[in-house]
């Protein structure tokens, strides 16, 4: 009896410790996943896409740990550049948004353009995705390079994790005129569990805890390393529009509502559309997104001469609109 009672013990902490090897190993593949999306390849080009000239450039991240691709769109005789930050899961073109259609834009508005593609979009030296770690210093190499271009006013066009990414670089920059912040993404243990959940229904506890322990060994880095709760209580000195749709199932708006209430800038804005989803307001509204926008970046000039002059700011305002209203 004793030997059967040894044998049954045996077996059940088999089996538990079996599932727990399971849970664990499924939790490890889900960070495996997120930290390497698959991205497309890019598949065209500014001058098949929309005619408008441009050049093949290699800059280095802005603490030199690689090198990125991108394309420099230049605008005749303009100081003034947007630099596009795309989002996870895409490469510089983000199909869906469309990219292409807005540089067209930016550039009629006679705005050079950057677009380049983030180590985890690379089709020559591929990276892990870091939600923002590295990516941010990235996208600072990209800044740096329309300074040497000559930009005078440089503006940060970014797109789900990608405006999460401006605002981690916002952090740290001073050469960032202003950001225009569409279906912000910032990774965090609510948005994290927030999209594992549905996919799969894992527990949040432990699971929150096992992946906070993964990520640094999967992919270098930790969720405590990204400065979320920095972000989210920082007041930039720079005007930014957040743009987001109520019904975006991946980064709930209460967040980007936040985010702007945080701001003092007399030029921030917030544009908060019922029933529209993640990264589709441009799609969805088209002519109320291109009109917001331009009204924005022709403020741009007016709050950097405010800040020269270093007058004090007002209170943002924020502004929500229902769809059947646009």
Known sequence: MIRIKHVIVALLLSVFFFFVFCFISLHAYITWVLS???????FS?????????????????SDGGRNIQGWYIPAEKSTKTIVFSHGYGANREESWVPMYDLAHFAHRLNFNVIMFDYGFASQSNKDVATGGKKESRELLGAIQL???????????????????????A????KDVDAMILDSTFLLEPDTLYHNIRQNINLPRHPSLEIMELLFPVLNGTGLNQIPYAKVKAEDYPFPTLFIHGTQDEKAPYPI??????????PYSDSWIVEDSHHELLFREHPREYLRRVSAFLSNVPLAKAAKEKQQPTNASHSTTFSAHTL
């Open 36 to 42: 390497n999306p698959t991205v497309a390849p890019v």
């Open 45 to 61: 080009n500014p001058m098949l896409a929309k005619g408008l000239k441009y050049e093949d450039v290699t800059f280095p991240a």
């Open 146 to 168: 329309a300074k040497q271009r000559g930009a005078k006013e440089i503006v940060v066009w970014g797109f789900s994790m990608g405006a999460g990414t401006a605002l981690q």
């Open 170 to 173: 916002g952090l740290v920059t």
């Open 256 to 265: 980007a509502e936040s985010l702007a209430a945080n701001q003092t800038n």
